[in-house]
């Protein structure tokens, strides 16, 4: 069965510092990868997604993520975040075909100014 | 293009009452997933729902049922509540069955 873990469930940050988010994945078959982001009170919104090709992933708000077989990792970065990036991020995955998402446990980014 | 909508956005029930939440998906989309989120399990998959019928399901009691309709709307149901049962219910929609949007979610609360 797949499983998706993210490392950090707390990240603080500084305004306008680099951030990167960890996520690690396991599989044995081909998988899609997503990152989400939940701001409070709301839904879920999709940052990026990883299908195939290309390994780096660009997303949406300036966020990338680099999708790493070798060490079964798609770890999100941001190179400069803004308060507004202050958030819960989850990590996604499913194996083809499914649709069901298998969710991290979310990692809590707070961005300070 | 709207996106999915989910009624009612917030619900209080008591213990042993029944629950029917509503969703209705992006124009179009003909699968709709339901996720339970809660603070201490996380996001974890209900079920599947593609052209009314299930396809898949994940690791709930049979309390928690769904249902699709031919224009996609999807219920679910959750009889005899208990307090666990309180948490954020997410559904979300897609046409490719790769990517999911997600409604705002309705937050049930049992007392």
């Known amino acids: 069965a797949q499983s998706v873990t993210q490392l950090d469930s707390q990240v603080p940050v500084f305004e306008e510092a680099p951030v990167e988010l960890r996520c690690n994945y396991s599989?044995?078959?081909?998988?899609?990868l997503f990152w989400y982001v939940q701001y409070p009170n709301q839904g879920l919104q999709l940052l990026l997604k990883y299908l195939s090709g290309s390994t780096l992933v660009k997303g949406i708000n300036g966020f990338e993520a680099e999708f790493n077989k070798s060490q079964t990792s798609f770890h999100l970065r941001k190179p400069s975040v803004h308060i507004s990036d202050t958030a819960e991020y989850f990590c996604?995955?499913?194996?083809?075909?499914?649709?069901?998402?298998?969710f991290g446990k979310g990692t809590k980014l707070t961005v300070n100014p | 293009k709207a996106g999915v909508t989910q009624t009612p956005r917030y619900l209080i029930k008591t213990r042993g009452q029944q629950v029917t939440l509503s969703c209705s998906p992006i124009?179009?989309?003909?699968?709709v997933s339901w996720y339970q989120q809660t603070p201490g399990q996380g996001l974890q998959f209900l079920f599947e729902?593609?052209?009314?019928?299930?396809?898949n399901k994940g690791n709930f009691p049979g309390r928690f049922s769904g249902r699709q309709f031919s224009n996609s709307r999807s219920e679910m149901n959750v009889s005899t509540l208990e307090l666990g049962d309180s948490a954020l219910y997410l559904c979300a929609s897609s046409w490719d069955n790769v990517e999911q949007y997600f409604g705002p979610g309705t937050r049930l609360t049992v007392t």
């Open positions: 124009s179009g989309h003909r699968s």
């Open positions: 599989s044995s078959v081909s998988v899609y």
């Open positions: 729902y593609f052209s009314e019928t299930q396809r």
């Open positions: 996604a995955g499913t194996q083809g075909g499914s649709e069901k998402l298998v």
